[in-house]
């Protein structure tokens, strides 16, 4: 039975409101990576937790972890106060993918970073490293979070 032109066009509207929404989502999310990027170039712990949910993943390293977000802050924020970036970029254009129904979403990204970190001794140590990783996101109330992320570093 042919559809009904009514039903194409309902159709079309819902398929063209999804490309819309979609696109502001796919916007979004990229916009969150670069806070990431922004958090660490600036050492600023609260701006890369700013958008995270207590209830956050990490697999790295070969383990599964569920850190608090207290947990979070005391260990990151001692590495990125002791780390001044002179480069933390984009190796690679990141990747962003949202699920049809708009409520999850992941980046993948590669990073290049170098710069100098201050041992507890006070002297300085050149750092750097490329990394890649895939940071999960879920829409909860109208609003993307990072809930999530899965890393490594190239040797």
Do not use: C
Not at 99 to 124: C, E, I, M, N, Y
Not at 136 to 149: H, I, P, Q, S
Request: glycine share 6%.
């Amino acid at each position: 039975m042919p559809f009904k032109a009514p039903v194409l066009l309902l159709l079309a509207a819902t398929l063209s409101a999804r490309s819309t929404w979609a696109a502001t989502d796919v916007e979004a999310i990229r916009a969150l990576h670069e806070k990431v990027m922004v958090a660490h170039r600036q050492s600023n712990v609260e701006l890369l937790l700013d958008d995270e949910t207590a209830d956050y993943i990490v697999a790295s390293r070969g383990e599964i972890s569920r850190p608090t977000i207290t947990e979070r802050r005391e260990r990151l924020g001692p590495y990125l106060r002791r780390t001044a970036f002179a480069e933390y970029k984009d190796a690679a254009e990141p990747v962003v993918t949202v699920s049809k129904d708009g409520t999850l979403g992941w980046v993948v990204v590669q990073v290049q970073a170098r710069g100098v970190q201050t041992g507890a001794d006070g002297k300085k140590e050149p750092i750097a490293f490329v990394s890649a990783w895939i940071e999960l996101y879920e829409k909860r109330g109208g609003r993307w979070y990072r809930t999530g992320n899965v890393s490594n570093f190239k040797e």
